[in-house]
């Protein structure tokens, strides 16, 4: 049995001292993101892909954005719950499909970095993870620099014991 997911988030630009995380993977040099906690979009795209291929809710049900304990939290501790959810309904991952919509940060010179950091945190092979970027020919707010947007597909095998 097989279970498709797909994610969508996407935040914008701020001046407030935050750093740039996408993928789990630092940008320095650039703007951080509007958001409540480390704001890494890639991470919160690929956790509502997970989450919804099993039935479940969005981010924000799980991590409220008006919880104090989520201020600035690592993106990764959703992925970590995001995954235990998936290995309690017994699936695990097939791949993982992640489009990237920006002008900046540009994404292709960091693109195996950021599988290799999301292969880690995963436990899956490098060659699950494909990670493509745009800037969208400049026709939204993301192709004109004003924030970045995530869409993600997955594909949740059922584990045959």
């Known amino acids: 049995m097989f279970c498709i997911g797909f994610g969508q988030d996407s935040h914008k630009f701020a001046d407030n001292g935050k750093a740039l995380v996408l993928g789990g993977v630092v940008f320095t040099g650039q703007r951080g993101f509007v958001a409540h906690s480390d704001g890494d979009v ?3 795209a690929l956790f509502n ?3 919804g291929a099993i039935g479940g809710e969005s981010i924000g049900y799980y991590f409220p954005d ?3 304990s989520n201020r600035n ?3 990764k501790e959703f992925i ?7 290995e309690e309904k017994g699936f695990k991952i ?4 992640i489009n990237i ?3 900046q940060p540009k994404i292709t010179p960091r693109a195996v970095e950021m599988k290799q950091a999301l292969s880690d945190l995963l436990s899956i092979k490098f060659e699950q993870i ?3 970027a745009t800037s969208g020919e400049g026709l939204t707010a993301f192709g004109r620099g004003e924030g970045v947007q995530v869409l993600v597909s997955v594909l949740l095998e059922k584990i045959i014991s």
Do not use: M, P, W
Not at 80 to 86: G, K, P
Not at 94 to 97: C, E, L, P, Q
């Open 101 to 103: 919509e920006a002008a």
């Open 130 to 132: 494909a990670i493509k």
């Open 80 to 86: 970590t719950f995001a995954l235990s959810l998936v």
């Open 42 to 44: 890639v991470l919160h």
């Open 49 to 51: 892909a997970l989450s």
């Open 73 to 75: 939290r690592d993106s």
């Open 66 to 68: 008006k919880e104090e």
């Open 94 to 97: 097939g791949n993982i499909d």
